[in-house]
Every structure is written in structure tokens, then in C-alpha cells.
């Protein structure tokens, strides 16, 4: 498992998607997959980093992995912010026009289509955001 420490703050956003993509290169990821744990990782990190510690700030670990066969590519976000399950709120209605829908969801539920996993749990005062991709290779 690879693991990186940073201050949850957006200007730390490109180090922690060269770390990702790092690893994802090591592991033969695609580029169909690389771009899609991309996007869904910097909507989790940016989701943190702005609401996570508010109005303070505080770390962030990002964690990777991959296990199993065929190989699951496995990345947890782990903050000691506020508690907060983003997997609780309710989908946005994607049938609305962007006027009549309220604001927000529309990243979580991008995170939920893109990902094989999306979990949450809240142990030891810590939140953590687990993702889950099937490697699709090159």
C-alpha cells in the first residue's frame, strides 16, 4: 500500500493527482480508468479541502492499493474533519433543468457512477472515503 500525507488544501490538488497517477501508471491502468479515478478523486479531495476542517484546516492521507484478481484498485481519503458521509445525501434529479435543481450532488453521484465501490465509515474520529476500480489495462 502507498500512502501520502498532505494539508487538505486545493493548492495541494496536483500533488496528490501526480501520486494517483503515479501509481495507476505502475499498475498498467488505462487511460479510459486513469481519467476516470482522476475525476473521482479530485472531487473527493476538493469535497475535503473545502469542507472537511472549515473554517480551520487540518491532513488528509490518500491511501492506494490493489488487491484481488482481477486486480481492484483501491483508494481511501482519510481526514480527521468534521463527520460527514457524503454518501447520505440524496441523488440530485438529474431530470431537472440546472435551474430547477438545487445545488450540489452532482459530483458525488458522478463519483457513485464511476466507481465499482464507493464507501464510507467513520472510526476512530476519522472519516474515510473508500473507491474502488477494476483495473481496466492498456
Same mark, same amino acid.
Request: charged share 20%; hydrophobic share 45%; glycine share 6%.
Given at each position: 500500500m502507498k500512502r501520502l500525507t498532505v494539508n487538505a488544501s486545493t493548492e &495541494?490538488? %496536483?500533488?496528490?493527482?501526480?501520486? +494517483? !497517477? $503515479? #501509481?495507476? #501508471? /505502475?499498475?498498467?491502468?488505462?487511460?479510459? /480508468?486513469?481519467?476516470?479515478? !482522476?475525476?473521482?478523486? #479530485?472531487? +473527493?479531495?476538493? &469535497?475535503? $479541502? &473545502?469542507?472537511?476542517? $472549515? %473554517? !480551520? /484546516?487540518? &491532513?488528509?492521507v490518500i491511501q492506494f492499493d490493489v488487491c484481488g484478481d482481477p486486480p481492484l484498485l483501491e483508494i481511501q481519503f482519510i481526514d480527521e474533519g468534521n463527520p460527514f458521509n457524503p454518501l447520505d445525501n440524496p441523488e440530485p434529479d438529474i431530470t431537472l433543468t440546472a435551474d430547477d435543481r438545487d445545488i450540489g450532488g452532482l459530483g458525488v453521484l458522478m463519483v457513485k457512477k464511476s466507481m465499482d465501490s464507493v464507501n464510507y465509515r467513520f472510526e476512530d474520529n476519522k472519516n474515510i472515503l473508500t473507491i474502488q476500480k477494476y483495473q481496466d489495462v492498456k
Open positions: &495541494n490538488l %496536483p500533488g496528490v493527482l501526480e501520486f +494517483i !497517477d $503515479a #501509481e495507476l #501508471e /505502475t499498475v498498467g491502468a488505462s487511460m479510459k /480508468t486513469q481519467y476516470q479515478i !482522476d475525476l473521482a478523486v #479530485e472531487e +473527493i479531495y476538493v &469535497n475535503i $479541502a &473545502n469542507y472537511a476542517y $472549515a %473554517p !480551520d /484546516t487540518g &491532513n488528509v
